[in-house]
């Protein structure tokens, strides 16, 4: 009978164990699932990539080359990142419908799985700009006096002080910013497409980017007041001078041929 209660377990034996086995399970899990989420995640990349070759195959081959190392007709892809495919695929600059001194935004033909499909592709040809989260070029928050700031010191001198575009020298213009989403007036500012210098954040901060976009939303937005009056395009000085001289002068040379043909009148009678 000693024997047998010496045997006997603890009454919290059982929850001991029971604890240390969910415990072996939770451990289990963190050692696993990890590794499982991981290799999902690279099996859907993959997939990605393959796809995103298809889609380049068809689309971006003939110009930029069958490995995206350039051609005569389109530059070298290796390293542009995916950021650069996003803006331009997703604005409709690309694939580009004929070659010229710079390439119009157009209607976009691909679905935003394809361009992020594609931008996988290219992405995998050489480290370069990723696509930027919501997160980091959401307006919100930002601070549009200081984006203005920044915007007439970085960005004017092209696009105009609202953003209304320019034009360039042979043939090129700065686009107008109106109407542009936020994601991509940041990929712009990340890659520097076409005639744009690039920002990368060792040169602008995200903060300062996101600044940037607040003040563009501001001055294009419906909302935007204009104490100036008429703005008369936003083209600024140009647009200006053109007004006064067709208008104020033209409206003197009227007053004149009046006064003239008045005076001609008094002195006959």
Request: aromatic fraction near 6%; include cysteine; proline fraction near 6%.
């Amino acid at each position: 009978m000693k024997k047998l209660s010496a045997r006997r377990r603890h009454p919290l034996a059982a929850v001991v164990v029971l604890l240390l086995a969910l415990a072996a399970t939770g451990g289990l899990y963190a050692a696993f699932a990890p590794a499982g989420t991981a290799k999902a995640d690279e099996t859907a990349q993959s997939l990605a990539i393959e796809e995103g070759k298809k889609l380049y195959s068809v689309g971006c081959a003939s110009c930029h080359g069958t490995g995206g190392q350039g051609s005569t007709d389109g530059p070298s892809l290796v390293g542009v990142g995916s950021a650069a495919v996003d803006f331009q695929v997703g604005t409709g600059r690309m694939p580009a419908q004929q070659p010229g001194a710079q390439v119009p935004k157009k209607k976009v033909i691909y679905s935003q799985a394809e361009i992020d499909q594609l931008a996988a592709y290219v992405a995998s040809l050489g480290a370069g700009p990723i696509t930027p989260t919501e997160g980091q070029y959401s307006p919100e928050g930002a601070d549009i006096a200081k984006g203005g700031e920044l915007f007439r010191t970085n960005c004017a001198q092209c696009h105009n002080f609202t953003g209304e575009g320019g034009a360039l020298t042979y043939g090129k213009y700065a686009p107008s910013l109106e109407g542009v989403s936020p994601k991509h007036l940041y990929e712009a500012m990340q890659t520097g497409p076409q005639n744009m210098p690039s920002f990368p954040d060792t040169t602008m901060p995200e903060k300062e980017k996101k600044d940037i976009i607040a003040y563009v939303q501001a001055v294009n937005s419906d909302k935007a007041d204009n104490p100036g009056g008429l703005k008369l395009g936003g083209l600024g000085p140009v647009s200006e001078g053109l007004f006064a001289w067709v208008f104020g002068l033209g409206a003197l040379i009227a007053v004149a041929i009046w006064v003239a043909a008045h005076t001609a009148k008094a002195k006959k009678s």
